[in-house]
Every structure is written in structure tokens, then in C-alpha cells.
Nanobody
Framework: QVQLVESGGGVVQAGGSLRLSCAASGRIFSTNNMGWFRRSPGKEREFVAAINWSGSRTWYGDSVKGRVTISRDNAKNTIYLQMNSLKPEDTAVYYC???????????????WGQGTQVTVSS
């Protein structure tokens, strides 16, 4: 099992920045890609970003491309999501996820965190 704990959410004004963190523990060696997803009220969960084990490959959702950066520090078993130029439509619960595969789609992920709320005020 792998446990994931997100942190860093909060309330920020439009145009501001936040950095989310996701600390992993447990059978971390079994994981490969890790990613961030989000769910806004009344909407389905949406892909935000993903990163492979070495950090050499990253993927971004169209709605956040150019405004967010995903990174990881394997020495700390942590991934990050730096979000800039935030918009009210970025308001959502952000979830960290890990997969033992090399897929990045939502169905590829084996482990999920509990989520952290991000609220962007206009």
C-alpha cells in the first residue's frame, strides 16, 4: 500500500499562486507515475498534471498548461504542484495520485490522497 497526504491548499485571490505538496509513504518503490487531479462542485474529476518516476517527463491538462508546474523530490518522497496566475475556475479539491504503471489517465492510478481544497476568489 501507498499512502498519500496532500497539503498546501487554501484561499487565494485571482492572479495569485499556491504550491501544493503530496507526501508519499509505504511501498513507494512500487510506484511509477504520480499525478494531480481536481474536482470542482458538480463536475467530474479532471486531470491536472503528471510526472514520471525520474521527473524527466511531465504532462499537463489543457486547462492549466502554462500556469502550473509539477515536480518531485524522490529523496523526500514528495511531489509538488506549483500553480500560478490562478483563476476562480481553478477552485476545486485537488487530489494526488500514484500508479504502478506508466499510464497517466485517471483509471491508471492505484492510490489516491484525501484531497486539499483550493479556493480562488475573484
Amino acid at each position: 500500500q501507498v499512502q498519500l497526504v496532500e497539503s498546501g491548499g487554501g484561499v487565494v485571490q485571482a492572479g495569485g499562486s499556491l504550491r501544493l505538496s503530496c507526501a508519499a509513504s509505504g511501498r513507494i518503490f512500487s510506484t511509477n507515475n504520480m499525478g494531480w487531479f481536481r474536482r470542482s462542485p458538480g463536475k467530474e474529476r479532471e486531470f491536472v498534471a503528471a510526472i514520471n518516476w525520474s521527473g524527466s517527463r511531465t504532462w499537463y491538462g489543457d486547462s492549466v498548461k502554462g500556469r502550473v508546474t509539477i515536480s518531485r523530490d524522490n529523496a523526500k518522497n514528495t511531489i509538488y504542484l506549483q500553480m500560478n496566475s490562478l483563476k476562480p475556475e481553478d477552485t476545486a479539491v485537488y487530489y494526488c495520485a500514484a500508479t504502478t504503471s506508466d499510464g497517466i489517465r485517471e483509471t491508471s492510478y492505484d492510490y489516491w490522497g484525501q484531497g486539499t481544497q483550493v479556493t480562488v476568489s475573484s
